[in-house]
């Protein structure tokens, strides 16, 4: 167990670390960031616990963007699937493929704007779910609605 002195030395050079952090923020958000945050953060910071708890969420989070990225490929994958399809076809002329591969990009480009879509509300719901875990674990003002924000369109 550390002593006294060397945890207090170590909360020290978190909260100057972190302080440092703030400065590279955009002045807009220095001021929503006082010594009070950051200094409760760095208390955090010394517990293993909750050291622990970003860790597995961390991991959690390349696990599920890995997973999503790969349903993107495959997403893609099937338009092209489609578009080959067409280009197959013998049983209509030229023109009438390049009519229908058309039709298809139009189509595919709005699907795959939904597909986009789900996957940010997904990664939304992921970091609300990761914030409230801080939360639970005593990490301060970790709770962020991002239910109330909107995706544009």
């Known amino acids: 167990m550390e002593t006294p002195e060397v945890l207090q030395n170590k909360l020290y050079f978190l909260v100057e670390q972190l302080q440092n952090m703030a400065r590279d923020l955009p002045q807009k958000y220095q001021m929503r960031v006082p010594y009070e945050l950051l200094s409760s953060l760095a208390n955090c910071l010394l ?17 599920t963007e890995q997973h999503m990225y790969q349903q993107r490929l495959q997403f893609l994958n099937n338009q092209k699937i489609q578009d080959q399809e067409i280009l197959d076809r013998t049983d209509i002329t030229a023109e009438e493929k390049v009519r229908k591969l058309n039709d298809l990009k139009i189509t595919q480009k709005n699907d795959l704007k939904e597909f986009d879509k789900s996957l940010v509300l997904q990664l ?3 970091v609300t779910d990761q914030q409230q875990t801080l939360e639970q674990a005593g990490v301060p003002d970790f709770i962020f609605r991002l239910s109330k924000m909107t995706i544009p369109v």
């Open 47 to 63: 517990s293993d616990t909750i050291f622990e708890i970003a860790k597995g969420l961390m991991e959690i989070q390349h696990v």
């Open 124 to 126: 939304d719901e992921k």
